[in-house]
């Protein structure tokens, strides 16, 4: 594909709530601009975006995607994001290289939690933004209750370009404010004209303050105005252009993504008066142990960052690159700054859904595919040899739902992991470990559809099937006093025997302070050698399990007697009586059941605070406080048993309507109330 200047690149990511369509009206710019011939279909799987069977299967976007087009001499990358609170880090990496997002609303539902989001998102990341409102030829269709929406939660800033002409199923078209003219789609192409009359007085009232909001702007066109000049089109949009650049203003414009109203209109806007790469601030870069910024240069060094990976089952990785220094060629040789390795750059890319396109080149502000590369992976720098900078990134998002998983075939353990591995490449908000303490895999991640479509790909792409079970919670045992036992271990066998006696003390230690074995062996009752035996087989029997089958801790054991016989005694024997003293003393030392507590930091909007505090209770929780978070949120904090918020990230979003969200880190283990004890230990060995 030809080259496109940097100043004519224009980086767009489609996002909002679930269901507003933003995966239609990318196709539908697509179609617009001649770059496929026909929309294809959410549900049938035909269109660009969505393209995975995990995507065709649920009619949701699961991942970003790209789809680049052209308008006249411009390159639009755009980027269609899910709209699913579990995918939220793919949105956060599509605004990350976008200059203007595209904020897609339904008209039927309006504003809706994850809007509220993802421009809270934007605006931390100091993206650009302006609106589409969609669906305006639905059924309860509504501009003005969805305009007044946007304006009540987002501010002055929200300024509509366009007022919708025709309601519901009978809306075809809009009245442009900046030409004041009318643009119908009654035989599918836009049509322009004159304003019709029923809408003349209100078109006029919104267009005049509208005018009146762009000026304000600028004080030389703002003094023309008001000295009764009226400014050309070719002005007004020079000033929006700059108000949007700034993220100051947010033009609104409509249609219907389905139908095919407005899309072109907003193909245009986004090259009239969306940010070019070269108009955006520059980047922040580590450079030793000084943070630069760095300006988007087509002159400069070649720089790029790594910042979305996919792991195709055939082709291999896929790093796509948001290039931000210079221009890159074919077989352009750069730096790893993580992993200090070269990385040659055999091939460019330009990536639309699943099919890719050569590149000859890709000038600073572009977006590139590049497959194969060999130890990059998200969040990677790749710059010129000789200048280690690494681009400042933000942290991906901590993962919120954990489940154990397990091969379903024997024998595929490895096969397992190196899978889970590869998708970690391409999906930095999974996260996995080993429990050795209860055996089992645990893979973390944003939610359950989060992780049923990660085992999903597990299955298609590495042909991996695997079983789910719950995370077991790590309960422990400790004892609350003090207690004697004689552990002997006595065995013939015909030749030599097994004979060792230990006498064992055990008394309960801090919380937290773990294990502590003391020799207090006098006159040789036991020899020297054989008290490491001892003290090994105590250990062996802490973290086999006491009375409940849990690990034991926090525990001082102290050995003070026993004996021995000069032939038949050994380590092995010395070991098994540690063990059994220790089982002994267990039983009249107070065993108790200790269950692992959590600290919750919780944001959530004040309204739903007494609901979350209500449902914190019923939890066993331990509020500890609460404090003003940003905006109208309060950020709640408390102590909660581990095994109550095994699915909190479930049930809060159930709770706050999808606007809550939290933190969580162990904080200690407590004793478990009695009454609950036994009943945990029954659950925990799947007993009835």
Same mark, same amino acid.
């Given at each position: 594909m030809a080259t496109v200047p940097s100043e004519k690149i224009r980086n767009v990511a489609l996002v909002g709530h679930g269901g507003a369509g933003k995966t239609t009206l990318a196709e539908a710019l697509l179609v617009s601009t001649g770059a496929i011939g026909r929309p294809g279909r959410i549900e049938d799987g035909t269109t660009v975006c969505d393209f995975e069977p995990e995507e065709i299967k649920r009619r949701i976007s699961v991942s970003l995607a790209m789809a680049p087009l052209r308008v006249g001499e411009f390159r639009v990358n755009v980027i269609d994001t899910p709209g699913y609170a579990d995918f939220v880090a793919e949105v956060e990496a599509g605004l990350s290289v976008a200059d203007l997002a595209v904020v897609v609303v339904s008209?039927?539902?309006?504003?809706?939690?994850?809007?509220?989001?993802?421009?809270? /998102?934007?605006?931390?990341?100091?993206?650009?933004?302006?609106? $589409?409102?969609?669906k305006l030829d639905r059924e309860r269709a509504d501009f003005e209750r969805t305009l007044a929406q946007l304006g009540a939660l987002f501010g002055a800033g929200i300024a509509p370009l366009e007022l919708p002409i025709g309601h519901e199923v009978a809306f075809r078209g809009v009245a442009d404010l900046l030409t004041d003219t009318a643009i119908t789609y009654d035989s599918g192409a836009p049509v322009s004209g004159e304003i019709p009359s029923d809408m003349s007085d209100m078109e006029h009232r919104v267009r005049e303050a509208l005018v009146e909001g762009i000026v304000v702007a600028d004080d030389d066109l703002m003094e023309r105005y008001l000295d009764g000049e009226i400014p050309s089109t070719k002005q007004l949009e020079s000033t929006l252009a700059h108000g949007v650049a700034s993220a100051t203003v947010f033009p609104v414009v409509c249609g219907s993504a389905a139908r095919g109203i407005g899309v072109d209109r907003l193909a245009e806007l986004i090259c009239e008066i969306g940010p070019s790469p070269l108009e955006r601030r520059g980047v922040r870069v580590l450079a030793g142990d000084k943070s630069v910024e760095v300006s988007l240069d087509p002159a400069g060094s070649p720089l790029a960052r790594v910042f979305k990976t996919v792991a195709d089952p055939y082709v291999g990785k896929i790093s796509l690159l948001h290039v931000l220094s210079g221009t890159i060629r074919p077989d352009v040789t750069l730096v790893n700054s993580r992993t200090h390795g070269e990385e040659r750059l055999h091939g460019l890319q330009l990536l639309r859904g699943k099919e890719a396109a050569p590149l000859s080149e890709a000038q600073a502000g572009d977006i590139i595919a590049v497959p194969k590369l060999a130890d990059a992976r998200t969040g990677d720098t790749l710059a010129p040899k000789g200048s280690p900078v690494v681009i400042e990134t933000r942290p991906a998002p901590t993962p919120l739902l954990s489940i154990a998983v397990r091969p379903r075939a024997k024998g595929d353990e490895d096969k397992l992991m190196t899978a889970l591995h590869r998708l970690q490449e391409e999906d930095m908000t999974l996260a996995l470990r080993r429990d050795d303490e209860t055996h089992q895999t645990i893979l973390a991640g944003m939610g359950d559809t989060h992780l049923q479509i990660v085992c999903e790909k597990l299955q298609r792409k590495f042909g991996v099937e695997v079983e789910t079970e719950p995370v077991r919670v790590p309960y422990r045992e400790t004892i609350t006093k003090t207690a004697t036992a004689e552990g002997k271990y006595k065995k013939q066998t015909g030749g030599h025997g097994q $004979?060792?006696?230990?006498? #064992?003390?055990?008394? +309960?230690?801090?919380?937290?302070?773990?294990?502590?074995?003391?020799?207090?062996?006098?006159?040789?009752?036991?020899?020297?050698?054989?008290? +490491?035996a001892v003290e090994k087989g105590v250990q062996e029997a802490m973290a086999t399990g006491g009375l409940l089958g849990f690990p034991v801790v926090d525990v001082k054991v102290t050995v003070y007697d026993g004996k021995y016989h000069a032939?038949?005694?050994? *380590? /092995?024997?010395?070991? /098994?009586?540690?063990?059994?003293?220790?089982?002994? !003393? #267990?039983?009249? !030392?107070?065993?108790?059941?200790?269950?692992?507590? =959590?600290?919750? *930091? @919780? =944001?959530?909007?004040?309204? !739903?605070?007494?609901?979350? #505090?209500?449902?914190?209770?019923?939890?066993?929780?331990?509020?500890?406080?609460?404090?003003?978070?940003?905006?109208?949120?309060?950020?709640? @904090? !408390?102590?909660? +048993?581990? =095994?109550?918020?095994m699915r909190y990230a479930t049930d809060l979003r159930s709770l706050t309507g999808g606007r809550g969200r939290f933190t969580t880190a162990h904080d200690r283990y407590e004793v478990v109330p009695a009454q609950l004890a036994d009943k945990i230990a029954k659950a925990a060995h799947g007993q009835a």
């Open positions: 008209a039927v539902e309006g504003v809706e939690v994850n809007t509220e989001l993802v421009w809270k /998102m934007a605006a931390e990341l100091g993206v650009p933004r302006l609106v $589409y409102i969609n $004979y060792g006696v230990a006498n #064992l003390r055990v008394e +309960p230690l801090e919380r937290g302070a773990g294990f502590e074995f003391v020799d207090e062996i006098v006159g040789g009752a036991i020899p020297r050698q054989f008290i +490491p032939v038949d005694s050994s *380590e /092995m024997s010395f070991k /098994m009586a540690g063990s059994i003293g220790f089982r002994e !003393a #267990l039983g009249n !030392a107070g065993p108790v059941l200790l269950e692992p507590i =959590s600290r919750l *930091e @919780i =944001s959530v909007p004040a309204k !739903a605070q007494g609901e979350v #505090l209500g449902d914190l209770n019923s939890r066993r929780g331990r509020v500890l406080g609460t404090e003003a978070g940003s905006g109208d949120e309060q950020v709640v @904090i !408390a102590l909660v +048993p581990t =095994s109550e918020i």
